[in-house]
């Protein structure tokens, strides 16, 4: 059976939601190894395209993993312990 047009734009947004989260959570590791190593972090982005990008990706991060955490407590309230698919 072929997948739809929407299931194909839905996993789309999965993994690119999940590649975002991941990325912040690689940062986060360079960053305290920065910190445990030289006991500070400096970092400097000079393109605005760049920082702009950056900043947008994060607030995508914010609201996809607050988007999974509310279907997380949804399946919890319901009495299941998993996501289940929407």
Known sequence: MPI???????????VFGLSCICGAILLE???FS???LYDK???VEGNMFIL?????LSIFSIFYFL???KKFLV???K???HLEPS
Do not use: A, P, Q
Request: proline share 0%; aromatic share 14%; hydrophobic share 50%.
């Open 79 to 81: 009495g299941g312990t």
């Open 4 to 14: 739809s047009l929407y299931e194909r734009l839905k996993i789309l947004f999965h």
């Open 67 to 69: 988007l999974l955490f």
């Open 34 to 36: 920065d910190i445990l």
């Open 41 to 43: 972090f400096i970092g």
């Open 75 to 77: 399946s919890i309230d």
């Open 29 to 31: 590791l360079f960053v």
């Open 52 to 56: 702009c990008t950056e900043i947008s």
